[in-house]
């Protein structure tokens, strides 16, 4: 099941227990736009390259659509689909006046130069000027995209559209940025694994965590778990995974990843694979990475009592299932990682306003949100007998539902 039959699968599941119409159903499931684009550049050597390029516009039901720019070899249009609708659901669940859209470029970033990178960000940018803009579609950062990435968006976008901040969030301070976005998602992974860890009358205190991924989202998650009492025993990144059940320490490996981009030559107690590391014997899993690494063939050997879908869509039905069958609790990614899109909310507004919060604003109200949205989703799943993933979905899709009823068809 590739991640679109997956996202379809999650809503069909949810919408089941709506009794959504048919026709309903298809017309929240079907994109608004698809745009597909030729990136074509001369490298550094002369050679010239083509890359392919997307943005998907899910839905507008609620407001300008929003969702994040990867840039990642395994982007393909059904990816970036399956990405576009959990934008959707997301920004409905946090209850932002957004809609759904994903975006991205199928490249290996690290292959290219700083310079190759910056280039094909521009002509990916004069391919999109038109349809995105900040009351049509805001792109923001994912995987392998950052906040420099951002910074070149918004110049390139303002050479047609002049002085424009709003265009994009997860930008750099300088360029009217907002402190804290850049560790939002990882705070909001961390936020929320406590409040769920609370409803079971358990804290974050010795807590053992194991994450995949050591990138923006798995480290800010790491060091928030880390500095409120968890003990986090294993790190992963594309390099493998990293061990020590003392407690790992993450500034150390934060420093690590800082300097050399990437954990290679971080040691620890010991060196593990990515899928020994999804096995552990933990408290609390966290894929952090990429999509569908827990499938029917490895779900089974998960020991975690929890798992958080740090990353989107990690956790594929058929594994969705059995880990509900042996009572393992998942915390679904429209919720889990909706820290990012909340902030990103944050950064368009204060743009919009030419006004800044400082970093405890940021964090209190980012803090409000998410909370807010846990309960309200802990609520539905408790009444209805089911679990999260489906209150979470029930809770994105009703007001999603509702506002395109409303609004006319
Ligand atoms: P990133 O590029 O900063 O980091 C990705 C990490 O995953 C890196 O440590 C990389 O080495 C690792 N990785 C890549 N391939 C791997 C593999 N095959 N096995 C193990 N590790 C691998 O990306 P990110 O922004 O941290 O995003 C991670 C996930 O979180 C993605 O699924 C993304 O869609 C999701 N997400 C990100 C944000 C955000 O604000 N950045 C928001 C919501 C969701």
């Known amino acids: 099941m590739n991640a679109y039959e997956s996202a379809c699968h999650y809503f069909a599941n949810a919408a089941s227990v709506m ?32 890359f392919v390029g997307y943005r998907i516009q899910h839905n507008s039901a609620r407001g300008p659509m929003k969702g994040g720019l990867r840039f990642h070899p395994d982007v393909d249009a059904q990816e970036v689909l399956a990405l576009a609708s959990l934008m959707t659901w997301k920004t409905a669940v946090v209850d932002i006046p957004y809609g759904g859209a994903k ?13 190759e990178l910056e280039l094909m960000t521009r002509k990916f940018v004069d391919e999109l000027q ?30 047609y559209h002049g002085f424009n901040p709003a265009c994009v969030t997860g930008k750099p301070l300088e360029l009217h940025g907002t402190d804290g976005r850049e560790e939002a998602t990882g705070r909001g992974v961390g936020l929320l694994t406590a409040a769920m860890l609370q409803k079971f009358n358990r804290s974050l205190d010795g807590t053992t965590i194991a994450i995949q991924g050591f990138g923006n989202v798995g480290s800010f998650a790491a060091s928030y778990l880390h500095d409120n009492g968890a ?4 790190i992963s990144d594309i ?33 593990i694979s990515n899928e020994e590391l999804l096995a552990l014997d933990v408290d609390v899993l966290i894929p952090a990475a990429l999509g569908g690494v827990l499938t029917k063939e490895n779900a089974a050997d998960v020991r975690a009592q929890y798992v958080v879908e740090a990353a989107n869509g990690p956790v594929l039905p058929d594994a969705d299932q059995i880990l509900h069958e042996r009572d393992i609790v998942v915390l679904p990614d429209i919720l889990a990682n909706a820290g990012g899109v909340t902030v990103s909310y944050f950064e368009w507004v204060q743009n919009q306003q030419y006004f800044r919060w400082d970093l405890e604003r940021t964090r209190a109200e980012l803090a409000k949100t998410l909370t807010v949205s846990f309960e309200k ?7 209805k007998h089911i679990p999260l993933r489906s209150a979470a979905y029930l809770m994105g899709i009703g007001r999603v539902g509702r506002a395109t009823v409303l609004a006319g068809i």
């Open 19 to 50: 009794d959504l119409s048919p026709n309903m159903k298809r017309l929240l499931l079907t994109p608004e736009r698809e745009v597909k684009v030729q990136v074509a550049m001369k490298m550094d050597n002369g050679e010239i390259a083509t």
């Open 103 to 115: 975006g991205g470029i199928s490249v290996a970033p690290k292959s290219l130069s700083d310079a």
């Open 130 to 159: 038109d349809v995105i803009g900040p009351d049509k579609d805001i792109p923001a950062p994912d995987m392998g995209t950052n906040a420099q990435v951002m910074a070149w968006i918004v110049n390139q976008y303002e050479k």
């Open 231 to 234: 003990k986090v025993v294993a």
């Open 239 to 271: 390099s493998g995974g990293r061990y020590d059940p003392a407690g790992i320490d993450i500034a150390a490996a934060v420093l690590h990843v800082a300097r050399h981009r990437s954990l290679d030559g971080f040691e620890t107690a010991q060196q």
């Open 377 to 383: 989703m802990w609520d539905i799943a408790t009444q």
